[in-house]
DNA sequence: CTGAAAGCGCTAACAG
DNA sequence: CTGTTAGCGCTTTCAG
């Protein structure tokens, strides 16, 4: 029942129409070089009339090895991880490699089951940014190996890790502002429980000590562009001159906010975002941010796991990413 | 040297101490009821005990499928396509199934080797709008199967496709420009080349006939920020009161440019968008907008591929997706 | 240098 | 109901 064309060609197919063996095909697929060179033309030759390719999945049973790695995201609608997703997807298949992709939904309950379902049909998994406890983490990370950490650590100093410095970030955004001259300054905070925003107010308790001069207060606010829209009250009437904000997205909404209400930026108020964002740049004014500078993050993550692939021996450092200042219109010096 | 941990538990090792043979671990782990409840129990507990799970890799093999899908796309940083994929792998999530991902990075070539490349390792593929002619995609598709075609279709009626109607947008959003009075409208348009902008231009094409009264004009444009902000100087000039871009984000560009001219959005000029991009609220003015369906075609894409995979008597239709309008703050009755 | 045979880990007929 | 056996498609010793 025109299962002709359906039946794939096996290796047996070309063997066949060679006349040597299974075993002979094989070796000239891999490229193996004893093979009599006359012989191997005859078999490239079947292969090629009989559009012969090696099937994966065999290849992978006999060799313990799928070229295909795992990734797990707490949600890919965020751009952060779409972008670390397409980086390491382009540095892995440049290395021939495949990346499989699982989306936790932010259920943190959901990360080990499918970090260990991948971990099962890849040759390694990278974990981007688990909302798992620390404990739960230190746990799973052992089963998974090889394994590739974003955004998180283990004390088990054997998984690679890459790190995003969120707290020097805003340091380096707070400097900006002390030196532009602003001495009153507020930070609206992101998702309270929010590993990345923990990480940025540690990074401002570093900050009013390098900068004693400096009155710094801390209003509630979220990481979305209408909880920047919603503090913009708060805002306006908190004293400070200059205003740092979770991210770009809440720092636009902020923007919004403050133009309907006629308080002008940079003029009135200097506002910074964080994430540079491909919109940042557009807004009215240019938001002044931190870039995070992603594409490396997402190479480096592949370079890691290869070196763990294939030499397990391979050294397991904690790479560090430093956002660096991108100083657009939304910043000027306080008025007089 | 340190393997014990690193040997996996298999099958065999699981049969061994629940003192059965592999076949009868086999049925348990597929929940065969034919085993004997007390069995049954002895290996589940073996199991447990051991953390076994069946190796996938093993498990394809013997069964033939791979309970994953490819989906190849010209270009993971593009939204539409984050999104597809995103919507794709959360849908087949649900019904166990994993997405394996293939970047092409636009260069048409590369597509029909890394759809193949995907079909062997997987039990389908979604080929998300290849650039590749008309007549490799009809060579092509063929030997995919099961396929799911997005935005092209193949004339071999045995592959599903999903497209979206772009012509009928633009109409949609011309439609609305007239009804509000303009009747000098100009079409900024997207890449030459571009097959969605083709689409767009064919939409208006109908447009035009559907409304005599109307005096269309086509400006070069592109689908960057950059290249709506550089067309404001055309767009200004050209004597219509109502402009559709070819897509948000050459919008939002053309909204800056005026503005820094002077020209004020809606008062003296209407703009509409295409794509309803997250941003697209948020700009100032709200952005009147297409928003193309994509959760809907994401989840629809994944649904024809199971009844490929399932069954393959399947039906498959050609499915179209409507733009609808999002009215906002861009558009207005032109100036009396 | 090549072929025969064993096995990767699992499922599924086929007997018992 | 359970165990034995034969593959799935490929790689890789091991003889020859």
């Known amino acids: 029942m025109a299962d002709r064309s359906r039946r ?30 006359s012989i191997a033309q005859r078999v490239q030759a079947a292969a090629a009339e009989l559009k012969y390719k090696p099937n994966p999945v065999g290849r992978s049973l006999a060799l313990g090895k799928t070229e295909t790695i795992g990734i797990v995201v707490p949600d890919l609608s965020n751009p952060t991880f779409q972008s670390i997703l397409r980086d390491v997807s382009i540095a892995a298949a440049r290395d021939g490699y495949r990346v ?20 099962r049909r890849c040759d390694g998994v990278v974990l981007c940014a688990p909302r798992m406890s620390q404990a739960e983490l230190e746990e799973l990370a052992p089963t998974l190996h090889p394994l590739v950490l974003i955004n998180r650590t283990t004390e088990a100093s054997s998984t690679p890790s890459l790190v995003v410095d969120y707290g020097h ?6 400097a900006h502002l002390v030196e532009l001259g602003h001495r009153k300054i ?31 207060q801390v209003i509630p606010g979220g990481n979305t562009y209408d909880a920047g829209n919603e503090a913009s ?104």
Chains 1, 2 share one sequence.
Not at 16 to 23: D, F, L
Not at 100 to 119: G, M, Q
């Open 169 to 174: 970030g805003i340091q380096k955004l707070g």
């Open 100 to 119: 499989l992709i699982a989306d936790s939904s932010e259920v943190s309950s959901e990360e080990a089951i499918l970090a260990s379902e991948a971990r």
């Open 186 to 216: 507020a930070y609206l905070t992101g998702p309270e429980r929010s590993a990345s925003n923990v990480q940025r107010l540690r990074g401002l308790e570093k900050f009013v000590q390098d900068y004693p001069e400096v009155e710094l």
């Open 233 to 336: 009250d708060a805002v306006a009437s908190c004293g400070a001159t200059g205003i740092l904000v979770f991210n770009d997205v809440a720092a636009m909404g902020l923007l919004h906010g403050l133009s309907e209400r006629g308080i002008r930026v940079p003029e009135d108020l200097s506002i910074t975002g964080y994430d540079d964002m491909p919109f940042a740049r557009y807004t009215m004014p240019g938001l002044t941010t931190a870039a995070v500078p992603i594409a490396q993050l997402g190479s480096l993550a592949w370079r890691r796991m290869r070196e763990h692939i294939t030499q397990s021996t391979a050294e397991s450092p904690t790479d560090h990413f430093e956002p660096h200042l991108e100083i657009r219109g939304s910043t000027a010096p306080p008025k007089a």
């Open 8 to 37: 794939r060609v096996g290796i047996g197919d070309v063997a066949a129409k060679a006349g040597v063996s299974h075993a002979t095909v094989s070796r000239v697929m891999n490229g193996n070089t004893t093979v009599n060179a």
